[in-house]
Nanobody
């Protein structure tokens, strides 16, 4: 059974950066479709970026330049780097895996079959 395990630093000051990791095991491979979402307190889970077929990256319009998604196939792990942290980056970050990376689906929560446990990130001074 597929399992996604997240790790990474959970707090940082404004202006800093941090990287979250998502390691996949079981039958899920990052060569399919891996994504990161964020859920701020009291808000819906929103799509940040998708890493597809070991090469392609797609970002939400608001995420371009602020987030960077990447993957290491040898480790079956996907990363999310957050640069120039802002207080509004505070929230719970989830990685997800699925097989539908098309334009119409990649931003949808329902397009992904497996989810990590979530990482609470706090940005404060």
């Amino acid at each position: 059974q597929a399992q996604l395990v997240q790790s990474g630093r959970t707090s940082a000051p404004p202006g800093g950066s941090l990287t979250l990791s998502c390691a996949s095991s079981g039958d899920t491979f990052i060569s399919d479709c891996m994504a990161w979402f964020r859920q701020a307190p009291g808000k819906q889970r929103e799509w940040i970026a998708t890493f597809e077929s070991e090469v392609n990256t797609f970002y939400a319009d608001s995420a371009e330049g602020h987030f960077a998604i990447s993957g290491d196939v040898t480790k079956n792990t996907v990363y999310l780097q957050i640069n120039d942290l802002k207080p509004e980056d505070t929230g719970t970050y989830y990685c997800a895996a699925g097989t539908r990376c098309g334009l119409l689906f990649r931003h949808l929560v329902g397009a992904y079959d497996h989810w990590g446990q979530g990482t609470q990130v706090t940005v404060s001074s």
